[in-house]
């Protein structure tokens, strides 16, 4: 199962390091192709690996994350054309391959024994102030994508009589930024936990030795 793990995350850094490099070197036009896409598809596999017992991570935070790309990516950027080339797009999909090549490179290492210091330390550090930026990022794509599902009525369902019975989705997606903040603290609060649990005194000399 760990060479399974270490090739995931092989897969997972490569896929991410492309898409992070064509983002610098296109000046952060880079980001609605085929690879981001299956990137964050793959992401869902890191669920079953939860539950399964092969990744020792917990569950409810790393849904949380996954389910929160899943949503922006597919239901809010993906949907609307007009949103896919705005600024805030792009910021936000740099943090996430920031953090990704970084996690997915500690990752596999980390199959095989191998703990690099500085590494960990950013793997674990850098998240608590990168993660809040990227939520940021989330609900601002979220506030700019509203007046176009506004104005298409994209998702919006109104049945027709007798039922009378609506759902009106930009509403829906005001109540989702409620949840995606209180949801960034429950993950922060785990994000500081897993960084005392790494990179505490006796951790670090553990995994040194």
């Keep these: 199962m760990n060479m399974y793990l270490f090739l995931y995350d092989l897969m997972q850094f490569c896929g991410h390091s492309w898409i992070f490099t064509n983002m610098i ?30 990744d020792k991570s917990r569950l409810l935070p790393r849904f949380l994350q996954i389910t929160e790309r899943i949503i922006v990516l597919f239901v809010v950027i993906n949907s609307q054309e007009e949103v896919q080339g705005k600024y805030v ?9 920031l953090l990704d090549v970084i996690r997915y490179t500690y990752n596999m290492l980390a199959r095989v024994g191998i703990y690099y210091l500085p590494l960990t330390w950013l793997n674990f550090s850098l998240c608590i102030p990168l993660y809040p930026l990227s939520v940021l990022a989330k609900g601002f794509a979220i506030c700019v994508s509203l007046p176009y599902f506004e104005s298409f009525g994209t998702y919006s369902i ?11 989705f930009p509403y ?3 109540m989702y930024l409620l949840v995606l903040f209180a949801g960034m ?25």
Excluded: D
């Design 25 to 54: 070197i296109r000046f952060m036009t880079f980001g609605k192709g085929f690879v981001m896409r299956l990137c964050q598809l793959l992401s869902v596999l890191e669920i079953l690996h939860i539950l399964i017992g092969i």
């Design 89 to 97: 797009v792009c910021v936000l999909f740099f943090l996430w391959n």
């Design 172 to 174: 829906v997606l005001k």
């Design 158 to 168: 109104k049945l027709p009589f007798p039922f009378t019975f609506s759902i009106y």
């Design 185 to 209: 603290c429950f993950i922060i609060q785990n994000l500081i936990s897993e960084r005392t649990a790494h990179l505490g005194t006796g951790n670090i000399k553990n995994k040194r030795s």
